[in-house]
């Protein structure tokens, strides 16, 4: 559904507590190997990303974390050394100089730790951006060949949404956590070789206490990311309301309808559902990690008095009590920081599966030949549609039946049919937008799905009913036609003369560059629906296309410039085929070919006048508008 559709009504549902379980949880050896064989599997996409990216990237973040795993041991024992040599200075056993020597050690620390802290924040800032650019450039580069047919399906909708959403941070955000597990690491490794001079058990005592943090938060991150999942489609709907409201060309009927309102009690009553939820969630997962924080407090704080209990017992001095107690605190605050990275990254790479299941979604509008078959350009083409059927993806209702039919060289031929009588899409299949699900059609004599999809989409000049306006010059708007030329002048003003454009191009402030639309440009100018028209059709005579297909291309131009614009495709087409869909027939009567369509089948085939003596259906609808018109010149003249 466009944006311009209805909004689908909000299914009432209660069901927001229980996102379903990933099927196979419960088969636990099989689910675990998986687990851990994607988990790397995808932990290694994202290094490939950010590899990809700027290889710098990786060594500065590898060089950061082994400092900051070090740092803290470091820091550890000048702290140490400092109050040890206070103590002695106190007692006279050694000098100020002592003291002193370690003061400055203290402050250089200090400063590099600092520095190292504006490297670090620097680096993840600037690489960031790169990866997160690097990441939408590879979704638009994926999204350039998506096949049309995939923007029928809800799901991939939910796929290209969470792509997007989690191609921002998370990378970098999983990149981080691994390098900072890494420096846990190397931290608890210090600290456990300094510790297990006075017992080896103490670090094995702190790292049973990680154990339930590493729990809870591996199961709520999953949760975490499974409930995301399941309310994907809420967030795209908020997203939806949000859009409809801020979009410019909804914005006349959305106020005059006192739309308003409405699209955002909808998008508010989305939100509940979707934070209600998620709420729960956040909560559920703190008071678990409050609980364990109060155990693991209390068997901390007794590991302090056995520290302590050396002190008074003269086996340490004052200097290492600290020492001992820091290398504790540091050793209980990397195994939660390990835990929470891992979890961190864990989950990621959860949220990147969306990505990666959106890069692998697979083209099917290929060409079926391992060498692809290249069509001749510049000569007249043959096309024919032989038993074709189609039903879009995703629906059971065939919108096309058993379609037989033959385009000729130089033909100009005229789709006629009343709305929804499958028009528009007997052309997306003959531009192989999309694939016929029954029968195949010839281009000069070979299935089409044998050539190269991109020479085939060269071969069409076209204009759809929903035609582009771009946000760019006049100039730019008619180049669109065909982007691999380089803009010349003249052919510009021929294809702006031949849509008879012209006349209003040259009216405007600066002509063929002057900004379109005011989404950028102060001094953007705002065109009348047919000017924008007329522009669409100097975009496709600006193309050099073999075969012409003007969907509806008259709909917003009055009767004199459709007439106009019809008399130059004559002049212009030469051995061209052309293909229209027109609403007034008036223009159907000089076609070499009328096909009628009704519900997805043709019903009759032949010039006007073969069709009016067949006395049918185009017979019918013919003489319903020239009736019309005929009252309408009366009235005219009555007046
Ligand atoms: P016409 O151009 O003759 O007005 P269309 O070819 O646009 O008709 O539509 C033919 C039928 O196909 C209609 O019933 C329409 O609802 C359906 N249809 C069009 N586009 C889609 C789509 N993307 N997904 C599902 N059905 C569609």
Redesign the pocket.
């Known amino acids: 559904m466009g944006p311009g559709g209805m909004p689908p009504p909000l299914r009432p549902n209660n069901d927001h507590l229980k996102p379903p379980k990933p099927k196979g949880i419960k088969e636990l050896p099989g689910y675990i190997k998986k687990l851990t064989g994607d988990f790397f599997g995808r932990l290694l996409y994202i290094f490939k990303l950010v590899w990809e990216t700027r290889k710098w990237i990786f060594f500065s973040l590898l060089f950061i974390a082994v400092l900051r795993g070090i740092l803290p041991i470091v820091s550890a024992y000048i702290t140490a050394q400092l109050i040890n040599n206070l103590a002695r200075a106190y007692n006279g056993t050694v000098g100020l100089d002592s003291v002193m020597f370690w003061l400055v050690l203290q402050f250089v620390y200090l400063f590099i730790s600092k520095i190292l802290g504006f490297i670090d924040t620097m680096v993840t800032r600037i690489s960031g951006e790169l990866v997160t650019n690097h990441i939408k450039v590879k979704i638009l580069k994926k999204a350039k060949e998506i096949d049309l047919?995939r923007?029928?399906i809800p799901e991939f909708y939910e796929k290209l949404e969470n792509a997007n959403r989690e191609a921002s941070m998370r990378p970098l955000q999983i990149l981080n956590s691994t390098f900072n597990a890494i420096s846990s690491s190397i931290t608890i490794v210090s600290f456990v070789v300094l510790l297990w001079s006075i017992g080896p058990w103490i670090p094995l005592v702190l790292a049973l206490l990680g154990i339930p943090t590493a729990i809870v938060n591996f199961v709520f991150r999953r949760k975490n990311v499974n409930y995301m999942r399941f309310r994907s489609k809420d967030r795209r709907q908020m997203e939806y309301y949000s859009g409809l409201m801020t979009n410019k060309d909804l914005a006349k009927e959305v106020r005059l309808f006192n739309l308003s309102d409405t699209f955002i009690d909808r998008f508010s009553n989305v939100f509940k559902r979707y934070f209600s939820g998620l709420k729960k969630l956040i909560l559920k997962e703190n008071i678990w990690n409050i609980s364990i924080t109060l155990i693991t407090v209390i068997i901390n704080c007794l590991l302090f008095l056995f520290v302590a209990f050396k002190v008074t017992e003269g086996e340490l001095e004052i200097g290492d009590y600290t020492m001992y107690t820091g290398a504790l605190n540091s050793i209980s605050a990397s195994v939660t920081a390990i835990i929470t990275s891992t979890a961190t990254v864990f989950e990621g790479t959860l949220f990147i599966e969306n990505v990666i299941r959106f890069m692998k979604d697979k083209k099917t509008i290929v060409s079926s030949l391992e060498e692809p078959r290249i069509p001749q350009r510049h000569i007249g083409h043959t096309i024919e549609f032989k038993n074709v059927s189609f039903?879009?993806?995703?629906?059971d209702?065939f919108?096309?039946k058993n379609i037989n039919l033959t385009l000729n060289p130089g033909e100009t031929a005229v789709?006629v049919?009343?709305?929804?009588?499958?028009?528009?899409?007997?052309?997306?299949l003959l531009t192989r937008l999309y694939d016929p699900t029954e029968g195949v059609i010839l281009l000069d004599g070979y299935d089409i799905k044998e050539y190269s999809p991109e020479e085939v989409y060269d071969l069409f000049g076209i204009i759809f009913?929903d035609f582009g306006k771009y946000a760019v010059s006049v100039k730019e708007n008619i180049a669109f036609g065909q982007v691999d030329k380089e803009i010349d002048d003249e052919s510009i003003e021929a294809a702006a003369t031949q849509s008879d454009s012209l006349d209003f191009i040259k009216k405007l402030p600066a002509s063929f560059d002057t900004p379109l639309m005011r989404y950028f440009e102060e001094k953007g100018i705002e065109l009348s629906i047919g000017q924008w028209q007329k522009l669409s059709v100097a975009r496709a005579f600006y193309a050099d296309s073999d075969i012409l297909i003007l969907?509806?291309p008259t709909a917003s131009l009055d009767a004199i410039a459709e007439q106009e614009i019809f008399n130059q495709f004559d002049e212009l087409r030469k051995d061209k085929l052309t293909l229209f869909?027109s609403h007034r027939l008036s223009s159907a009567t000089t076609a070499s070919k009328i096909i009628v369509?009704m519900d997805?089948q043709i019903v009759e085939e032949g010039t006007h006048k073969q069709l009016m003596e067949l006395n049918g259906h185009y017979y019918t609808l013919f003489s319903t508008q020239a009736q019309r018109y005929i009252s309408s010149l009366q009235e005219d003249t009555n007046e």
């Open positions: 047919g923007f029928d039903k879009y993806p995703g629906t209702k919108v096309l789709l049919g009343l709305n929804g009588a499958g028009k528009t899409t007997l052309i997306k009913q969907d509806e869909v369509l997805g």
